[in-house]
């Protein structure tokens, strides 16, 4: 296994003024309802992230901000909600107000040659706020504001970076690479999408009364989790830890599977599961928790095919629940792999349960949409098989890389290395002290 601290970066991006995007053609002027997954507290923000986009001789003399410009209008005009803005009801449920107003877009240009961000560009990634849409107004909530902000830098080299946040209220990774994907194929010519998208966002509302049929531990605080453990997680400055991000490829994967050999069978241990598994151990281990302190690992899980029945082809709203494992951090600790490793497909598995997701919709409405909790958490989230780096705009496709939001989630991101091989790559923040033990333990089970 590999780790990267990524040295300070230093270079220039001049902005141009934004505009407003709106639909190519006209569009229903209506108000969408929106489920009861999507309208979640914890979900009122823009979730960031950057695709990196090489020179393509091919390609020269075309433009390719204007080349998106052009085709995220057209694409609008199917997702004409997302030109929309959420508007606040009386009881506090969010709509979203279908205006036309448009996503906002702003090209810009860079004063380095792409390749200066790294071979391959990996995270961590501080420069990644300079390729992002630059609004104070994204730190005020979401009600009333645009719900997409797009940025294009073109580099000195003819290489350039698609940056975007985008309102997680109205959708989710899945749909927003499916809309991606609708923008990159208008952009290389398509006169349609090749999938067309879905509103339905009725069909995960919660019953009436709400009856939550499960218990849903990502919104139930750890009893002795005090105030300051919470706020460590959620205002603790970016200068305060350590980056650095580890690398998984055949030969780490192959290393953690033999710790586990004994779990039958074991092609039913996925990747995600093994990395996941270890990096909580490992992180656990590193933060030196009380043994008696309960400590959890935290991830999404798309359940568009899980649920009875399947929600429908096209649909891009917010589709996913929370898996939670949880442990006593002594146990944790010394215990093998393997009790790790159980702990998360045992979280997998419940969140996958067919009438999960209709029982965290009846159980949000019943409590008032909580926020999901934090303190002593592991939050990761794979983006691997999203669909982000198959998003091709007609200069091939990119390396995506999301921003590291520090101490709360990891998103795992992947490459092909010079043989080839795709790569896992695992994003950690730390103490320094922590950071030192972190990669040790880890080293520790790849080598063995």
């Known amino acids: 296994m590999t780790s990267i601290l990524r040295p300070n970066i230093s270079f220039n991006v001049k902005r141009s003024k934004p505009e407003a995007i709106a639909p190519a053609k006209p569009t229903p002027h209506e108000v969408k309802s929106l489920s009861d997954i999507d309208d979640q507290a914890g979900l009122r923000f823009y979730a960031p992230g950057v695709h990196f ?9 075309h433009d390719p901000a204007n080349v998106i410009k052009v085709a995220l209008a057209k694409a609008l005009v199917y997702y004409y909600p997302i030109a929309g803005r959420l508007r606040e009801q009386p009881d506090g449920k969010l709509v979203v107000d279908c205006t036309g107003e448009g ?33 104070d107004v994204m730190d005020l909530g979401v009600v009333d504001k645009p719900l997409l902000y797009i940025q294009v830098t073109r580099f000195k080299c003819g290489g ?48 009436d009364p709400p009856v939550p049929t499960h218990i849903h531990r990502e919104y139930e605080p750890i009893e002795d989790a005090t105030q300051e453990e919470y706020d460590m997680v959620l205002k603790t400055p970016p200068a305060n830890l350590v980056h650095r991000s580890f690398f998984f490829g055949p030969k780490q994967i192959s290393a953690l599977r033999k710790h586990v050999q004994s779990l039958e069978p074991m092609s039913h241990v996925t990747r995600f599961e093994l990395i996941t598994a270890a990096v909580w151990r490992s992180r656990t281990i590193s933060l030196d928790y009380n043994p008696d302190s309960e400590v959890r690992s935290q991830f999404p899980v798309n359940l568009r095919g899980e649920i009875v029945p399947p929600l429908p082809t096209g649909f891009y709203g917010n589709a996913f629940a929370r898996a939670v494992a949880f442990s006593k951090a002594g146990k944790l600790c010394s215990s093998p792999l393997e009790y790790a490793l159980k702990l998360i497909k045992e979280a997998k598995a419940k969140a996958t349960s067919s009438d999960f997701l209709q029982s965290l919709a009846d159980m949000l409405v019943q409590r008032e949409r909580p926020r999901f909790m934090v303190a002593r958490t592991f939050m990761v989230s794979d983006v691997t098989r999203a669909g982000f780096q198959a998003i091709d705009f ?55």
């Open 160 to 207: 350039f970076t698609f940056g975007l946040k985008t309102c997680h209220i109205i959708a989710d990774g899945v749909g927003i690479a499916q809309f991606l994907t609708t923008i990159s194929e208008l952009a290389r010519g398509a006169k349609q999408p090749s999938a067309l998208p879905v509103w339905d966002r009725h069909l995960l509302l919660a019953r």
């Open 394 to 448: 007609g200069w091939g496709e990119g390396m995506y890389g999301a921003k590291p939001y520090p101490w709360v989630v990891a998103f795992y991101t992947s490459f092909k290395n010079s043989v080839n091989e795709e790569v896992v790559v695992v994003p950690m923040c730390l103490p320094e002290p922590a950071m030192s033990r972190f990669k040790e333990e880890m080293e520790s089970l790849i080598q063995t």
């Open 103 to 135: 996503a906002m877009f702003v090209e810009a240009d860079a004063d380095v040659r792409l390749e200066y961000l790294g071979n391959p560009i990996t995270p961590p990634l501080p420069f990644i706020d300079q390729l992002q849409f630059d609004s």
């Open 53 to 61: 986009y090489c020179a393509n001789p091919s390609m020269e003399g």
